[in-house]
């Protein structure tokens, strides 16, 4: 779909870059020539991946465990990173979610959400700003976030509150710091098939599938995603700043994606508090 090497010469951190989502767009980054940093918390999952991603790129892959809910370790990231030269763009992607009540919801519950889905990506945002401000460099930051941004989304409350303010942060950083050379842009992506994400969202007892609900009848591909990403973070979008782009085959156009929670029995939630998944 694009030129070869539209990324060359690109240093990128993905966070979360271990799995799902954040591999698929690390695959398609290196393809198109981009050098690639990984981090996850769990190192064992980032070396599986960058040995895999190796073995089909002649492109660099340096894997870094580091818990972006941790600021300190968020920061001694960046240092090890910009020792080497600095990033040219980083990918917010690190978060987690579940489906709950909030009734039911703990603070610690609420914490567990929001500390990796909008600290995490609010720590590496600003750790990344400061040093291409200081060092005079350029630099994009694109945030994955989710429709829910704009439908709000029942039983996923903090995981809505947490995207919905990375995406206050990319419109108000677009403005502060594009005079500055970083660009702030944001991916609100609808249904993609991810380990992390059925764990999470899609328990056995949903009543419909993501694909019957979706206006296109399926699916998204991560190969979609991941061009999307490719073209949002490269030069070639270089006057796309503040901009939140939706790929869900149009799926929040009918529904915010939890409807069919809403007839869940008590029964079923007692069910799905007992099983929860542990991402
Ligand atoms: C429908 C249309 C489109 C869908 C769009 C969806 C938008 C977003 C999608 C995604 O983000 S998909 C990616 C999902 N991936 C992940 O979540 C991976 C990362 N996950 C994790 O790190 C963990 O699974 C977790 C979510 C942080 C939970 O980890 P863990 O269970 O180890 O947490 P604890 O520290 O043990 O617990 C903290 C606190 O949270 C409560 N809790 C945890 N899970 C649940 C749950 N499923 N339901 C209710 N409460 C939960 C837990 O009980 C603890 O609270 P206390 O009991 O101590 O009060
Ligand atoms: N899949 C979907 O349908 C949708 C996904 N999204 C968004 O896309 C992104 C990717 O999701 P997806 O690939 O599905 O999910 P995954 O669960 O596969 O990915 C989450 C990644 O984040 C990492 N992560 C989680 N917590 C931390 C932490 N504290 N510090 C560092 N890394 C962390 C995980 O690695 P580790 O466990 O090793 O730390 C994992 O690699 C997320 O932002 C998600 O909200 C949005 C809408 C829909």
Same mark, same amino acid.
């Given at each position: 779909m694009f030129e070869t090497g539209l990324l060359r010469g690109k240093r990128i951190l993905v966070t979360g870059g271990g799995s799902g989502l954040g591999a698929a767009m690390g695959r398609r980054f290196l393809a198109l020539g981009a050098e690639l940093v990984i981090c996850g918390r769990k190192l064992d999952r980032l070396e599986a991946t960058a040995s895999e991603m190796r073995a089909q790129s002649s492109g660099k892959v340096t894997t870094i465990a580091c818990d972006v809910r941790d600021g300190v370790a968020v920061d001694e990231m960046m240092d090890a990173t910009w020792r080497e030269a600095p990033l040219d763009i980083l990918v917010n992607n690190a978060a987690a979610t579940f489906i709950a009540q909030s009734e039911h919801l703990s603070f610690r519950a609420a914490d567990a959400v929001l500390a990796p889905t909008l600290h995490g990506a609010m720590y590496c945002t600003l750790a990344a700003g400061k040093r291409w401000i200081d060092g005079r460099h350029n630099g994009v930051v694109l945030s994955i976030l989710s429709t829910s941004t704009i439908t709000g989304r029942a039983f996923t409350v903090p995981s809505a509150m947490a995207k919905s303010a990375v995406l206050a942060m990319t419109k108000s950083l677009a403005v502060e710091w594009g005079p500055k050379g970083i660009r702030t842009v944001a991916i609100a992506p609808g249904p993609f098939p991810t380990a992390g994400a059925s764990g999470q969202l899609?328990?056995?007892?949903? &009543?419909?599938?993501w694909s019957a609900r979706n206006p296109m009848g399926r699916t998204g591909e991560h190969s979609e995603l991941a061009d999307l990403a490719s073209f949002l973070v490269?030069?070639?979008?270089?006057?796309?700043?503040?901009e939140m782009v939706v790929i869900d085959g149009g799926a929040h156009l009918r529904?915010?994606?939890?409807? &069919?929670?809403?007839?869940?029995?008590d029964a079923q939630w007692a069910e799905q508090r007992a099983a929860r998944s542990k991402g």
């Open positions: 899609r328990p056995v007892g949903r &009543d419909e599938g490269s030069d070639r979008a270089g006057y796309i700043n503040g529904s915010s994606g939890a409807e &069919d929670l809403l007839r869940w029995t």
